[in-house]
């Protein structure tokens, strides 16, 4: 499923804003970016039908610097060819262990860490299985673009535990996998996983 036109719109115009306001120093320069900001806000409110642009507006503020896509890490861990979920607070839904990666840090390094933050446990790093741009594969609508990698991972040890974001860490079977949180992965992405499972030798997925 495609992103709705709006939000294409409304991440155009803030990523036109934010790297203006980035390199402009002419006090209408500033001006004119502010307001294109403003605007993406309010579309995007409208568009999410939020009942303030406030929170929008409030989150755009916070990005500074040339506008690029963020990156999101995601870990297929297998153990008797089951695979690793953890439950998300957010939304009740399952998803790969991961998250974003801080600035300053590998990608491998940020998937392991956010695997044993989230799930409790710990993980050797493998292979790059896929990087996907997320407005490609069907996760419902979110305020920036983003790059989605997926790792494979080798289970070292740990045991299940809880998190601040995540409440529930089990390894379910290709067939009878929870309900997930689409926002963060795809039935057809955990799939994939499970090919590179069966078959080492694929190589890296991207697009």
Same mark, same amino acid.
Request: charge should be negative; proline fraction near 7%.
């Given at each position: 499923?495609? /992103?709705?036109?709006?939000?294409?719109?409304?991440? =155009?115009?803030?990523?036109? &804003?934010? $790297?203006?306001?980035?390199?402009?120093?002419?006090?209408?320069? !500033?001006?004119?970016?502010?307001? #294109?900001?403003? #605007?993406? &806000?309010? #579309?995007?409110? $409208?568009?999410?039908?939020?009942?303030? *642009?406030?929170?929008?507006?409030?989150?755009?503020?916070?990005?500074?610097?040339? &506008?690029?896509?963020?990156?999101? !890490?995601? +870990?297929? !861990?297998?153990?008797?060819?089951? #695979?690793?979920?953890?439950? %998300?607070?957010? *939304?009740?839904?399952?998803?790969?262990?991961?998250?974003?990666?801080?600035?300053? %840090?590998?990608?491998?390094?940020?998937?392991?860490?956010?695997? =044993?933050? %989230?799930?409790?446990?710990?993980? =050797? +790093?493998?292979?790059?299985?896929?990087?996907?741009?997320? /407005?490609?594969?069907?996760?419902?609508?979110?305020?920036?673009?983003?790059?989605?990698?997926?790792?494979?991972?080798?289970?070292?040890?740990?045991? @299940?535990?809880?998190?601040? %974001?995540?409440?529930?860490?089990?390894?379910?079977?290709?067939?009878?996998?929870?309900?997930?949180?689409?926002?963060? +992965?795809?039935?057809?992405?955990?799939?994939?996983?499970?090919?590179?499972?069966?078959?080492?030798?694929? @190589?890296?997925?991207?697009?």
């Amino acid at each position: 499923m495609p /992103n709705p036109q709006w939000l294409t719109w409304a991440r =155009r115009l803030q990523a036109i &804003a934010q $790297s203006g306001l980035t390199f402009c120093h002419e006090k209408f320069d !500033v001006q004119r970016y502010q307001e #294109i900001s403003a #605007i993406a &806000a309010e #579309i995007m409110a $409208s568009g999410a039908a939020l009942p303030s *642009d406030e929170p929008i507006a409030a989150l755009f503020t916070e990005q500074a610097g040339y &506008a690029t896509p963020k990156v999101d !890490v995601r +870990v297929a !861990v297998f153990h008797d060819s089951r #695979i690793l979920l953890v439950r %998300e607070l957010e *939304d009740g839904g399952w998803t790969l262990p991961g998250g974003w990666v801080d600035v300053g %840090e590998p990608p491998s390094t940020a998937a392991a860490r956010e695997t =044993r933050e %989230e799930s409790g446990y710990d993980v =050797r +790093v493998t292979k790059l299985a896929a990087l996907y741009d997320r /407005n490609l594969h069907g996760h419902t609508p979110h305020a920036f673009h983003a790059y989605k990698l997926f790792f494979l991972g080798e289970l070292c040890g740990g045991s @299940p535990q809880d998190s601040h %974001e995540t409440a529930g860490a089990q390894f379910f079977p290709e067939h009878q996998l929870p309900p997930l949180s689409l926002s963060r +992965v795809t039935n057809g992405q955990i799939a994939h996983m499970f090919e590179h499972l069966r078959n080492p030798e694929l @190589p890296t997925s991207f697009d």
